[in-house]
C-alpha cells in the first residue's frame, strides 16, 4: 500500500495512523510496518503526528505481505484531544499492488551529515515503495570516491581522510530490477571537515557528557524524531515519553567534557537539534559555556537561530518545532579561542503539559 499524506497536527496530543481488519471491519489493529516510521504513542497507539507540513505531501508506504490471501479493510484513523487545533490531515493517491509496482520514492532530504576526517561515515538513504529486491547505485558524483553504497539497504558509508575535506555530492538511483520502470533519483551534498571535537553519542553514550534531571542518551523511540540527526544515538529529555514537569535550568543539564581550544582563532560550534516543547513562557532550552571547569556556566546569547522564547527569565528555544525537523545551530566561540571550554544545554520546564522534548546530536567544534 502506498499513499501521499500532509500532516499538522499538536504534537504532544493528536495524532493519526493506518489500521487494518480482516474480520469485515468487526475489529482493527495498528498497522505497524509502515515507512516512515511512527514517531510518536498517544493514548496507548503509536501514531504520526506533529507539525510536519514543511515537509509537504509525504510519501508513505504499509507492507501488506502479512495478509497475502486475504480480504482485508484498511482505514485511516485520527485522535485528537480537547484543546489546541492544528491544520490536520489530508491524504491522496492510495494505492495497493504488488510491492515492486508500488512507486519508489527517495524520501531522504539533502544535505547529508558531515563527514568528518577520522570517523568512520554511515548514513542511510530512506526509501518508500518497491519491494526488498529494489537495487541500489551511485550514478556520479564530485569528491566521493571514499563512499560506498549498500545495493541492498541504501547505506551510504567510507573512511574520509584530509585528501577528501571539502564538498561532497553523491548521486544515488534505486530501482526494481523486474520492473525498470520503477525507479527514483537523488543528488545529495554534505561537506568533509577536521574537526576540533566531534560528538555523535555512538557507541558508549554519553562519552564523557554528564546528564542531570531528564537527559539521556540513547536510542529514541515512541516519541520525538523517528531517528536521529545520524547514527543511532543522540541526546534526548528522555528517548521514549514526553518530558517530566518541573524540570530546572541548574539541574536538568547536559554537560560536556572539557574541551580545549588552544591553537584556534575562530572557532565554531554546531551542532542539531529537534525540538518540541511547550511554548510561551513554559518550557524551553539553552547553551551555557563554563571557562572554569563547569564550577559556572553563562548563558551563550547570540546562537543562530536566535532565541525564540523567554523561560523563567532566560532566553531559550522552544516551542512545537518538530516540524521543522533536525535543525543546524551554530555559535562563534571566537571569544573563547585558546581556552578549555565545557559546553551545556539546559533545560526548565513548568508545571503542566508536556511534549516530545529537545533531541541533540553531532556536536562539533571547527576551526
Known amino acids: 500500500m502506498s499513499f501521499r499524506a500532509w500532516s499538522n497536527t499538536e504534537s504532544c496530543c493528536d495524532g493519526w495512523n493506518v489500521k487494518v481488519s480482516t474480520d ?9 510496518t509502515v515507512e516512515p516510521p511512527y514517531n510518536l504513542n498517544i493514548d496507548g497507539e503509536a501514531c504520526w503526528g506533529g507539525d510536519m507540513s514543511a515537509e509537504g505531501w509525504q510519501a508513505i508506504s504499509a ?23 492544528n491544520p490536520g490531515v489530508y491524504v491522496d493517491d492510495v494505492v495497493v499492488s504488488e ?14 551529515p558531515d563527514g568528518i576526517v577520522g570517523y568512520a561515515y554511515s548514513q542511510f538513504i530512506q526509501r518508500s515503495g518497491g519491494s526488498s529486491g529494489a537495487v541500489w547505485t551511485i550514478t556520479g558524483g564530485t569528491n566521493h570516491s571514499w563512499l560506498t553504497l549498500n545495493s541492498t539497504t541504501g547505506e551510504l558509508t567510507g573512511n574520509p581522510t584530509n585528501g577528501d575535506v571539502g564538498a561532497v555530492s553523491v548521486s544515488v538511483h534505486v530501482e526494481e530490477t523486474s520492473v525498470p520502470t520503477n525507479f527514483d533519483d537523488g543528488v545529495f551534498t554534505f561537506d568533509v ?16 557528557w ?5 537527559w539521556q542518551c540513547g536510542t529514541p523511540s515512541v516519541v520525538g524524531p523517528s531517528t536521529p540527526y545520524s547514527g543511532a544515538q543522540c541526546l534526548a529529555t528522555q528517548l521514549a515519553t514526553d518530558y517530566n514537569h518541573n524540570q530546572a535550568w541548574a539541574t536538568a543539564t547536559a554537560s560536556s567534557p572539557p574541551i580545549n581550544l588552544a591553537g584556534t582563532t575562530t572557532p565554531l ?7 518540541s516543547t511547550e511554548g510561551s513562557t513554559y518550557d524551553g532550552a539553552n547553551l551555557k559555556i563554563s571557562t572554569d571547569g563547569g564550577a559556572t556556566y553563562t548563558l551563550y546569547a547570540t546562537p543562530q537561530p536566535a532565541y525564540n522564547l523567554t523561560v523563567d527569565s532566560q532566553a531559550a528555544w522552544g516551542g512545537d518545532l518538530s516540524g521543522s525537523g533536525w535543525q543546524p545551530v551554530t555559535a562563534d566561540l571566537t571569544s573563547f579561542a585558546g581556552q578549555t571550554i565545557n559546553l551545556q544545554i539546559a533545560f526548565h520546564t513548568d508545571a503542566s503539559l508536556a511534549y516530545p522534548g529537545v533531541y541533540i546530536d553531532d556536536v562539533m567544534i571547527v576551526d
Open 269 to 275: 560550534l554546531t551542532f542539531y537539534a529537534w525540538i
Open 99 to 112: 510491492a515492486s509496482e508500488v512507486p519508489l520514492v527517495i524520501t531522504s532530504t539533502s544535505p547529508l
Open 210 to 214: 554528564t546528564l542531570g534531571g531528564d
Open 24 to 32: 469485515g471491519g468487526a475489529s482493527f489493529s495498528v498497522l505497524s
Open 193 to 208: 571537515v577536521s574537526a576540533i571535537y566531534f560528538e555523535d553519542f555512538e557507541g558508549t553514550c554519553p562519552n564523557g
Open 63 to 85: 507492507d501488506l505481505s502479512a495478509f497475502l490471501g486475504q480480504q482485508v479493510i484498511l482505514r485511516l484513523s485520527i485522535r485528537t484531544d480537547t484543546s489546541i487545533t
